[in-house]
């Protein structure tokens, strides 16, 4: 399942077993693979049975990466003990420093990320279901020297549309130091090679592969081309 906009009544079901997208995705050669968990995100439950299920069934072939709702050092153990590759903090990266310290040195450096989700240049929160009064650049500069050095870079008002990345607001926050990965609007191939070309660590991928708009095959031979440390 996905959203539109981060908009829980625009959502649209595309499989009902996330284990056996994830097989079809690592047979195809992927190397990562992005999860949510989109309950935890809107304070509406767990999908750590299913999260495990994935996990046991490609975790030894593809590195995951989990987001939505990781926003206690409690929650950030859980993730860690389900056995994914990388964790995505988010909302408490903008609103609990405190925990973001202590989920550093929980964590090797690379098994974090932090989720930089932005709408008109302030970072939004609690599954996109508020906008703060901090800048995306400023929280991006604060989490590079706590100890953050991935982040996801999301325009949630062009996550889900098609319409493009937005790679100025991507590009921007290299200058924090930080490796940005962009998220939310890719909508062909052109736009993966815009996001290589721009410098950019990598790209999340959703709805246009689940749409058949980017051919998965076509897709990984184009990371391995042009994001080849990712």
Do not use: K
Request: charged share 25%; net charge negative; proline share 3%.
């Amino acid at each position: 399942m996905r959203l539109s906009q981060g908009s829980a009544e625009r959502e649209t079901v595309y499989a009902e077993d996330p284990a056996e997208v994830a097989e079809a995705f690592a047979q195809a050669g992927a190397r990562w693979i992005h999860l949510v968990d989109l309950d935890r995100a809107f304070d509406q439950g767990s999908n750590d049975d299913a999260i495990r299920t994935v996990v046991e069934r490609v975790g030894p072939r593809v590195r995951l990466q989990l987001g939505g709702g990781l926003r206690t050092l409690d929650r950030v153990q859980a993730g860690l003990d389900l056995g994914v590759r990388r964790l995505v903090i988010g909302t408490a990266a903008a609103t609990d420093p405190e925990m973001l310290d202590a989920a550093v040195t929980l964590a090797p450096p690379d098994c974090l990320a932090v989720g930089l989700d932005a709408r008109d240049g302030f970072v939004a929160v609690r599954g996109w279901t508020e906008t703060s009064t901090l800048r995306t650049i400023d929280l991006a500069r604060r989490v590079v020297e706590q100890g953050i050095g991935t982040l996801i870079y999301t325009d949630v008002t062009r996550d889900g549309m098609l319409q493009g990345p937005d790679l100025s607001g991507a590009m921007a926050l290299q200058t924090s130091g930080a490796r940005v990965v962009a998220s939310g609007g890719v909508a062909s191939l052109a736009d993966l090679h815009r996001i290589a070309q721009a410098g950019l660590a990598g790209a999340i991928v959703g709805r246009a592969l689940y749409e058949g708009r980017i051919a998965l095959g076509e897709a990984l031979g184009l990371a391995r081309d042009e994001f080849p440390a990712a």
